[in-house]
């Protein structure tokens, strides 16, 4: 009888340690939403202009998610989706890092338009990474 010779599995996650991309923004950005959505606005970190009041935001996202009519749901659906891509980003792979860029830039984006943070905030916080080289 013949032998059949099986071949052993790498365990990847072993090997090589996983890159994090934006880790110090991802931190900060998670932190400034959970306050933004849970109690309203907080104060940008640069001294600019503050951020919209709340019931602006409720009024922006139910414009901006017409399937929805209750405003407070569509706010709660954008953070949620907004935390969603933080963790798709921190968990994705090293070779990705044009790809977190782009998702980052989305998330930024977004952010700005809601009032959450502001461009220089935004720049100064991809800067913190990239000056570490955590992008």
Request: with cysteine; hydrophobic share 40%.
């Amino acid at each position: 009888m013949a032998r059949v010779r099986r071949r052993e599995k790498k365990n990847t996650a072993t090997e090589t340690p996983q890159k994090k991309y934006y880790p110090k923004t991802i931190a900060e950005l998670r932190e400034r939403i959970i306050a933004f959505a849970s109690q309203g606005p907080i104060e940008p970190c640069d001294g600019g202009n503050p951020p919209i009041a709340p019931e602006d935001v409720i009024i922006l996202l139910s414009l901006r998610s017409r399937q929805s009519h209750d405003a407070r749901e569509a706010k709660q659906r954008m953070f949620g989706h907004i935390l969603w891509m933080l963790d798709q980003v921190e968990a994705m792979p090293a070779g990705k890092s044009a790809k977190a860029g782009r998702w980052m830039g989305w998330v930024f984006a977004h952010l700005e338009m809601l009032g959450v943070i502001t461009n220089d905030d935004a720049r100064r916080l991809a800067k913190a990474d990239n000056d570490e080289g955590n992008v």
